[in-house]
């Protein structure tokens, strides 16, 4: 048995929120991809099998993460993108923020948004 060996795949993953059903839709919008709200509980984005879902959960005590100082972000989702001005305008008019100017680094421009909870994601174009 080698080091590597796999003991698990990845499923999904989960956000908290306030509300799951709207960030469901908000990130099936974004991604192009159909959405499970019949839990307003518990909301997913139906990404292409065989990967992982992203989940939605509802924690009544959610506090969003306030990038880059103050309440600290537990997780982001880096999502590749074609174009970063057209995906970044399009984030924005499906409800999301922009929190910084487009960043180089070697081999793709990255930008950081808030989704409608306040999770920050980022938009990046690869060169």
């Known amino acids: 048995m080698g080091a590597n060996r796999q003991i698990a795949r990845l499923r999904s993953v989960v956000l908290d929120c306030p509300d799951p059903t709207a960030l469901a839709h908000f990130y099936g919008r974004l991604l192009g991809a159909d959405v499970d709200v019949s839990d307003p509980e518990w909301c997913?984005?139906?990404?292409?099998?065989?990967?992982?879902?992203?989940?939605?959960?509802?924690?009544?005590?959610?506090?969003?993460?306030n990038w880059p100082d103050g309440e600290a972000q537990q997780i982001h989702l880096d999502l590749t993108v074609a174009d970063l001005a057209t995906a970044s305008a399009r984030a924005v008019a499906l409800g999301a923020r922009v929190l910084g100017a487009p960043v180089d680094e070697d081999g793709s421009t990255f930008q950081v948004h808030a989704d409608p909870a306040g999770h920050p994601?980022?938009?990046?174009q690869d060169r």
């Open 44 to 65: 997913e984005v139906l990404l292409e099998e065989p990967g992982p879902k992203v989940a939605f959960q509802r924690a009544d005590d959610y506090r969003a993460p």
């Open 121 to 124: 994601f980022c938009l990046c």
